[in-house]
């Protein structure tokens, strides 16, 4: 295929949503591609598993309404029609109750707080949805700012329980630009004819992008898929400005690197180029991350009306339980209903290392105490997945730390959720960076 990168040889170094639309639109220039994969299934953190025969995600995925580069990709793939709204329904878990959070009015009847905090608490969010220019929210962490502006009781019962499920013994370190963007990004998907939020699903899950986008890479005889093939090193050889890749002891020579991996994976890959650029390498070192478990089962019989639930129980042992079914319906799944248990956790936590048997028992056991009319013995079918890096702590001054996309290597570039600040992760923006680095290499090298 002739096009601007065309004799070009380009490694990409992860198979996730940002590594695949790389290497979608670097195979359409023409450019030859190879796809390097640790685990052996792509699609990072939206990777497809199926529960009852049906196509789902490992981890619970949607869209919002402003995701405009997944929805040109999505245009770009033909699988526009693929694409549903459906009206969102929110709950908060508080005092071994459940309460509706969808709309103002719900906040009011939030008996919780008292009546005036109840208010102050809908004025901060309103001032928030606002806010234009995040950069003043940079320097202050979420909870300061949040107990300076929403008080102590409206802080201590919604933001901190929900701050500390996100980030661990970092909740107190998160910058208030990281809470804005989440908020922001909540109310611009809201509808006025559905009345609230509404969320987009893909018919067949978010596998059926991936599988397009594979197929696609595949169409143009360019490419190569290289599974359960994690990277040992890279080595730069000035001569004739090419990159050795280290793989399975052998040296491969590429043009152009492309890393999509976390910053502590990309800070091993790199570590022959530390002494000629300690700066960046104290970047990547600063960035914290945190691991993710997720428990997905299907029941015969309904848990929940609601589609997310926050949980801010003290101690809680997951921070989000979420109906997929309550949000899409039942018809895919044969009548049945399907949820979804996750949290955020730090490498050495339990519930990464302890048998998927012991993780179902403890927190179903906690769903049983919200929802005392579930049976586990309703539950048809149960898988556990566990992700290392799913989440980078967003701190105060964080801007600073977010490394460059040219890395110490010439010719090896890095791109991944780092870089997206203050926004938060998710496929919108790991599809709008691959679209970039195409166009970066592009730029480069044709």
């Not at 949820?339 to 769903?367: A, C, Q, R, T, V």
Request: with cysteine; charged share 25%.
């Amino acid at each position: 295929m002739a096009g601007k990168l065309s004799g070009k040889n380009i490694a990409i170094v992860g198979g996730g949503f940002t590594g695949l639309t790389a290497a979608y639109k670097m195979s359409q220039l023409g450019a030859r591609v190879t796809i390097f994969e640790a685990g052996n299934v792509l699609g990072g953190l939206a990777a497809g598993c199926t529960i009852l025969d049906a196509p789902v995600e490992k981890a619970y995925h949607f869209l919002y309404k402003t995701d405009k580069h997944m929805i040109r990709l999505l245009e770009e793939l033909g699988l526009r029609d693929k694409l549903t709204y459906y009206k969102s329904s929110v709950s908060t878990y508080y005092g071994n109750q459940f309460y509706p959070m969808m709309n103002p009015m719900d906040l009011i009847k939030f008996l919780p707080l008292k009546f005036h905090n109840r208010i102050r608490a809908g004025l901060v969010v309103l001032y928030l949805q606002n806010v234009k220019n995040w950069r003043k929210l940079a320097k202050i962490s979420a909870m300061e700012w949040l107990t300076k502006f929403a008080g102590k009781q409206v802080t201590d019962v919604i933001w901190e329980p929900l701050l500390r499920g996100k980030f661990d013994i970092y909740f107190d370190k998160v910058t208030m630009a990281w809470l804005w963007g989440r908020i922001k990004q909540r109310v611009d998907s809201r509808d006025k004819k559905a009345k609230g939020e509404v969320l987009g699903y893909i018919d067949g899950g978010f596998a059926t992008i991936i599988k397009e986008l594979i197929k696609k890479i595949e169409e143009t005889g360019l490419a190569k898929f290289e599974l359960n093939t994690p990277i040992n090193m890279i080595k730069h050889y000035s001569k004739n400005d090419t990159v050795k890749v280290t793989v399975n002891n052998k040296d491969l020579t590429f043009d152009g690197v492309l890393l999509t991996v976390s910053c502590k994976v990309a800070e091993k890959i790199l570590q022959n180029f530390k002494n000629s650029n300690a700066s960046y390498f104290q970047k990547l070192e600063s960035i914290k991350y945190l691991d993710a478990a997720i428990l997905l089962f299907a029941t015969d019989k309904p848990i929940t009306k609601y589609y997310w639930h926050n949980i801010n129980a003290p101690n809680s042992p997951f921070v989000v339980f979420l109906s997929l079914t309550s949000l899409i319906g039942c018809d895919r799944f044969k009548g049945k209903h399907i949820y979804y248990i996750g949290d955020y956790i730090l490498s050495d936590h339990p519930h990464m290392n302890i048998s998927k048997e012991d993780l179902e028992e403890n927190w179903f056991k906690s769903l049983q105490k919200m929802f005392p009319d579930f049976d586990p013995t309703s539950v048809l079918e149960k898988k556990v997945y566990r992700f290392k890096d799913a989440q980078h702590i967003v701190d105060v001054g964080f801007e600073d730390k977010i490394p460059e996309y040219q890395t110490p290597c010439p010719e090896v570039y890095l791109c991944n959720f780092s870089q997206i600040y203050p926004m938060d992760r998710g496929t919108n923006y790991a599809v709008r960076d691959g679209f970039r680095m195409a166009e970066l290499f592009e730029k480069r090298y044709g």
